[in-house]
Structures are given as C-alpha cells and as structure tokens.
T-cell receptor
C-alpha cells in the first residue's frame, strides 16, 4: 500500500487558518486521498476526500498538488474543538481498505 | 451520535475469561470493520466484513474471533487474551467495502479493553 508522510505535530492559534501537509509520493492513479481526524477519547471521523481536484466542504478544504504527490488539509479558522490527530490516508480503489498512519497532532492555542 | 454504537464502552477481563464486544450500525451499510488502537501506535485494521462475508483478516491471532450475523451487527469474541491485547477496539461501517470515492467510513466511539 502506498504510504503517507505527515509531521508529528503542529500548533495553531485559535481563529487562524491551519495548513496540514501530507506527502504521498508513491500514490497510484486510482488512490483516493482521505482525511480523517480523531478527537480525544473518540473514534476517527471523516473530514474530506479527493482524487485530483481541490475539494471544499463545511469542515475544511483539500488542496491536491497537480502531480498528486502531496496534499494539504486547510482549516480556515481553527477552533479549540479542532484540536485532534489528523490522518492523511490513501485509499486504494482495488481494496477499499483504510490504512492509518501516525497522523499529525494539532494543538490549538487560545 | 455517529450511527455506530459499541458496547460495552469499557471492559476489564482476566486472561482466562471469555467476553464479547458488540457493534451495531444504524446507517444501512453493508461493510463493517474492526480496528485496534494501542497506545502510541496507529490504528490497525483487524477484520473486514462485506455483505456478512469476511473479506479481510489481517493476521489477527485466533484468540480474537469475529462474527457478523447480519449487515447491522458485528461482534468480536475474546478468549484467553494477553495483557498486551489491552487497547481501544473500534468498530466502523461503510456503504460497502469496494465502493470508491465517497465511501466514507463511520466509526463508533470504541470499547476500551483492559486485560489483567
């Protein structure tokens, strides 16, 4: 399975934008890029996903590089409730599996 | 409310006990998953069921025995566990395993298992 690389941790100030990077240089043409997050003491929750084009939803935006070897999750205005572990995951089309890495622990300061 | 309910939320069991974790999804999904999350380690996929059939067993020891009687329910039967099996066990579901694109996986809140 293709792997992703994320920074172990990041900090942000409340109400400021946050850009969470993810490298996936071995991505295949049919891998979808998924982002999940896990708040303390909870199961992971879906944030956003994309294939080639940038995507927006009510939670975040996903910017995908033209060569698809990297992507960035953008939280437009971080709140304290956004403090969580963010996982960037490649989902192979032929298996449907969701394989988690270590993720990025995001701290949001008031 | 995530639509995926796990019980019990906390379980303490001895190494000779037999217990079960239960998962129920109210989303009309056909794929269900068990994941294990140990301290300081990434989530590990254990089992996948698609339309009640097991499609994935990620080399899980036989002391963990899954059961999927229908698309809405998933069990994890536990027998003669070891202290290192103590972890958060997460159940999840999706429309079906093979559907791509918007095949979002929904997780329950997990069952915290402590083996003493």
């Amino acid at each position: 399975d293709a792997k992703t690389t994320q920074p172990n941790s990041m900090e942000s100030n409340e109400e400021e934008p946050v850009h969470l990077p993810c490298n996936h240089s071995t991505i295949s043409g049919t891998d979808y890029i998924h982002w999940y997050r896990q708040l303390p003491s909870q199961g992971p929750e879906y944030v956003i996903h994309g294939l080639t084009s940038n995507v927006n939803n009510r939670m975040a935006s996903l910017a995908i590089a033209e060569d698809r070897k990297s992507s960035t999750l953008i939280l437009h205005r971080a709140t304290l409730r956004d403090a969580a572990v963010y996982y960037c995951i490649l989902r192979p089309r032929n298996t449907g599996k969701l394989i988690f890495g270590q993720g990025t622990t995001l701290q949001v300061k008031p | 409310e995530t639509g995926v309910t796990q019980t019990p939320r906390h379980l303490v069991m001895g190494m000779t006990n037999k217990k079960s974790l239960k998962c129920e999804q109210h989303l009309g999904h056909n794929a269900m998953y068990w994941y294990k999350q140990s301290a300081k380690k990434p989530l590990e996929l254990m089992f996948v069921y698609n339309f009640k059939e097991q499609t994935e067993n990620n080399s899980v020891p036989s002391r963990f025995s899954p059961e999927c009687p229908n698309s809405s329910h998933l069990f994890l039967h536990l027998h003669t566990l070891q202290p290192e099996d103590s972890a958060l066990y997460l159940c999840a579901s999706s429309q079906d395993q093979w559907r791509t694109g918007s095949n979002t996986i929904y997780f329950g809140e997990g069952s915290w298992l402590t083996v003493v």
